[in-house]
């Protein structure tokens, strides 16, 4: 494996769980998950491949010169938002069976577990079964709609059991915008906003609520919106914490930034980011994540790859790291 695409997509569709979820489930009518109903490709406008089949998927895997890439949901990451308990168990593990033999047709294809944070205990579990019986290599969420942040103690168990089992937490949020936010009046605002500032939450959340000290060989990735935001937040929370660390965040024991600093935080980057040589002096190659975002509509492909490769401001060394090397140590496969 040279190069990883650390994150990719599966575009599942309702027909494709509904094979998987058990009775009452299956037998619903109309949409399985929420939505907001926003045309998000602009009437097929923006391009995308988000219909194409795995073996199509391969053959660009090949075009982008990609070795691996790891399988994220698309719609199913709304999972969170779910209001009834049982349902979000129930749909987190049929997505996890349905992943799971997506990947049995490709050995170079890697399957991400969703869980259902409404109950934590059942988390721990699914995680378990995700990874020891259906091979999945890592557990995935989004948190828009979760009523507490994932620095909860509530999500110890959570993360002590992927401690355990030597596998990351990946934090790759959605489009909306943090929980309760009406202001948005076009998707482009929406967009630009939403998963950006509901990763800083979150960010912010574990870090402040001392998940990186209770659980130092848990690494934990924040796809989907980039790296330059990292200096300017880490610098921002290292601020906060030297004049109220003690008092309002006594798990954090050390400086936010050297939590960053320390080896199992893990940054996707956007392949024309101007600051990524600012981010690699700020906190090394070695944290940073190739990403394709195929087949989405606001991906590059099939320039993913060569676009990093072809940067003249950024070493052979830290495009080896971030094409491959880091995504092997980020997913425990070396």
């Known amino acids: 494996m040279n190069i990883i695409d650390a994150d990719g997509h599966i575009v599942e569709t309702p027909s494709d769980l509904r094979k998987y979820l058990p009775p009452p489930y299956s037998k619903r009518t109309g949409a399985l998950l929420p939505s907001d109903g926003m045309d998000t490709n602009m ?60 990947c049995k047709q490709s050995p170079r294809l890697k399957g991400i577990a969703l869980v259902s944070l409404q109950d934590p205990k059942a988390a721990a579990e699914e995680a378990n079964r995700a990874v020891s019986k259906l091979g999945l290599v890592a557990i995935a969420v989004a948190t828009q709609g979760m009523k507490e942040h994932l620095g909860s103690q509530n999500f110890s168990t959570l993360y002590e059991e992927l401690q355990r089992l030597n596998v990351p937490l990946c934090v790759h949020n959605r489009r909306e915008g943090p929980a309760g936010d009406h202001r948005f009046d ?27 000290e209770q659980f130092p060989k848990l690494r934990i990735a924040f796809l989907e919106c980039g790296v330059g935001w990292v200096p300017y937040w880490m610098e921002r929370m290292d ?24 080896g199992n935080l893990f940054f996707a980057l956007e392949p024309e980011e101007e600051t990524v040589p600012y981010v690699i002096e ?17 991906g590059i492909f099939p320039h993913v790859v060569s676009t990093i490769r072809g940067r003249k401001d950024i070493s052979d060394d830290a495009k080896t790291q971030i094409l491959g090397q880091n995504a092997k140590r980020f997913y425990g496969w070396q």
Not at 282 to 298: E, M, N, Q, T, V
Request: hydrophobic residues 35%; aromatic residues 12%; charged residues 25%.
């Open 43 to 102: 009437g097929g406008t923006l391009g995308g491949m988000e219909h194409n089949d795995i073996p199509t998927r391969l053959k660009d895997m090949d075009k982008e010169g990609i070795d691996v890439s790891v399988l994220f949901p698309t719609s199913s990451f709304s999972v969170n938002s779910l209001i009834e308990r049982e349902y979000a168990v129930a749909y987190a593990r049929a997505y996890n069976d349905f992943v799971a033999d997506v």
């Open 186 to 212: 076009s998707f482009i605002y929406m967009h630009t906003i939403g998963r950006p500032v509901e990763t800083f939450i979150q960010f912010a959340g574990l870090i402040y609520g001392g998940v990186p």
């Open 239 to 262: 601020e906060e914490w030297e004049k109220r660390g003690k008092i309002e965040a006594p798990r954090c024991k050390k400086k936010p930034s050297d939590y960053v600093k320390s």
């Open 282 to 298: 700020r906190i090394g190659a070695d944290k940073i994540l190739f990403a394709s975002d195929y087949p989405h509509w606001d």
